[in-house]
């Protein structure tokens, strides 16, 4: 079984502060997906990663994926109370069964 | 767009009760799944459906069974509900599988078994 540790588990910052996230494993993924999940809510996907190295943007949030392709960081810039959430990334090894594999995820919250 | 839709959201149920869980997409998706989401341990995969007519399991299986009626709907079954199998349960589509896109969620079912 592939496994995706999270770090931190839980991280409480202020507005306006950056962070980091991490997600890593011994075993190389195909891809790595970022979701994050509101109480009461399912996951929402935020971004794909296929490359190793790769780096993708969506505004404050900067995705990189290992060269390696065995780990993912996500990081926040400027954080605001709406990026409060369960960030859980998730791998695929593109072998014969489908499904994702999750990390535990982090736990965010970014107080006014 | 009602996307992937689960009922009921919430279920009490004594130990050795059944029960079925029920999720349908309308986003025209050939592969659905089964998560459980228990807190420490993240989202575990139970079984999944690639397309219509086949079924796999996934980490967790042991105590549920599935079934695709049909394109747009697949059904998670406890035959006999134990304590352990207290959870959230998502379930999610993915148009051509997870190896080539998204997974789009459920809003979840909380199952308590007493």
């Known amino acids: 079984t592939q496994l995706l540790e999270q770090s931190p588990q839980f991280l409480s910052i202020q507005e306006g502060e950056n962070l980091t996230v991490y997600c890593n494993s011994s075993?190389?993924?195909?891809?790595l997906q970022w979701y994050r999940q509101e109480p009461g809510e399912g996951p929402v996907l935020l971004v794909t990663?296929?490359?190793?190295?790769e780096v993708k943007k969506l505004k404050r949030l900067t995705f990189q994926f290992g060269d390696a392709r065995k780990d993912s960081s996500l990081h926040i810039t400027a954080a605001q109370p709406g990026d409060t959430g369960l960030y859980l990334c998730?791998?695929?090894?593109?072998?014969?069964?489908?499904?994702?594999?999750f990390g535990k995820g982090t736990h965010l919250i970014i107080q006014p | 767009n009602a996307g992937v839709t689960q009922t009921p959201k919430f279920q009490v149920l004594k130990t050795g009760q059944s029960m079925t869980l029920q999720c349908a997409q309308d986003?025209?998706?050939?592969?659905m799944y089964w998560y459980r989401q228990d807190p420490g341990m993240g989202l575990r995969l139970i079984y999944y459906?690639?397309?219509?007519?086949?079924?796999d399991k996934g980490e967790v299986p042991n105590g549920y069974n599935v079934s695709r009626l049909n394109k747009r709907e697949f059904s998670l079954r406890l035959e006999s509900a134990a304590p352990s199998q207290t959870s959230v349960y998502f379930c999610?589509?993915?148009?051509?599988?997870?190896?080539?896109?998204?997974?789009?969620f459920g809003e979840g079912s909380r199952l308590t078994v007493l």
């Open positions: 999610a589509s993915s148009r051509q599988g997870v190896r080539t896109g998204e997974l789009f």
């Open positions: 075993s190389v993924f195909s891809s």
């Open positions: 990663v296929v490359t190793g190295g």
């Open positions: 998730a791998g695929t090894s593109g072998g014969g069964a489908d499904g994702l594999t």
């Open positions: 986003m025209n998706h050939n592969s």
């Open positions: 459906s690639a397309s219509e007519g086949t079924t």
